[in-house]
């Protein structure tokens, strides 16, 4: 693989300058995905020394469960020979699991060979977590922590489907905080927006 690496980089002379420059780390495998070349932002982005992982072989560090995955993807996109990207969990070496993401583009030469496969890769874990946290705030309500009437249409309609022998006896219950509008004016939108959590948490505790 040294020699493999030597020679990818007396081709491409410039490459690893403009490679280094760049805050995502820069992976290049042969198709035998072999390293050929392994940008310092790797361990700047993962925590990984870039000599270990080059004598690594294929996708390490990737989540079992998503090995296959990202094996299939980077098959598919060798042959498709177009530009793609797969989201898979790795492990980081200070963080453990976390989401990344791997754009791939396919390189071939003047006889539609290919030659290797560079990677762009980045840590989407903080991406990640404002996607859940927005898919969360869909169904429930961010001040109180209860779910929302788009949650709750939503599991009426789950309810109402099933037939009279699936169905579960059930209760639809209506709240209101008596007089709530006085005790904003009275003690400040943040005393009324605490008011509301605490009745959120005691309505939470009733639930088993």
């Not at 007396?10 to 995502?24: S, V, Y």
């Not at 990640?128 to 599991?155: C, F, H």
Request: proline share 2%; hydrophobic share 40%; net charge negative.
């Amino acid at each position: 693989m040294g020699n493999t690496n030597a020679n990818f980089l007396q081709h491409e002379p410039h490459f690893h300058i403009i490679a280094e420059k760049i805050k995502e780390a820069i992976i290049i495998v042969n198709e035998h995905r072999e390293h050929l070349y392994i940008s310092p932002a790797l361990y700047t982005t993962f925590g990984y020394d870039v000599e270990q992982v080059k004598r690594a072989h294929g996708f390490s560090n990737i989540y079992e469960e998503d090995a296959s995955v990202c094996s299939e993807w980077f098959e598919a996109t060798m042959a498709s020979g177009q530009s793609s990207q797969v989201e898979v969990r790795c492990l980081h070496a200070q963080k453990g699991w976390v989401w990344t993401q791997f754009h791939g583009t396919p390189v071939y030469d003047d006889n539609q060979q290919f030659l290797h496969m560079v990677f762009v890769v980045r840590d989407i874990s903080v991406e990640k977590e404002l996607e859940e946290q927005l898919a969360l705030y869909a169904y429930v309500d961010r001040l109180s922590a209860l779910p929302n009437r788009t949650a709750l249409t939503q599991d009426l309609d789950v309810l109402l489907s099933r037939t009279e022998e699936e169905r579960e006896p059930y209760a639809v219950l209506m709240l209101n905080i008596d007089d709530f509008k006085r005790v904003n004016e009275k003690f400040g939108y943040t005393f009324g927006d605490d008011v509301i959590r605490y009745v959120g948490d005691v309505l939470q505790s009733f639930v088993t």
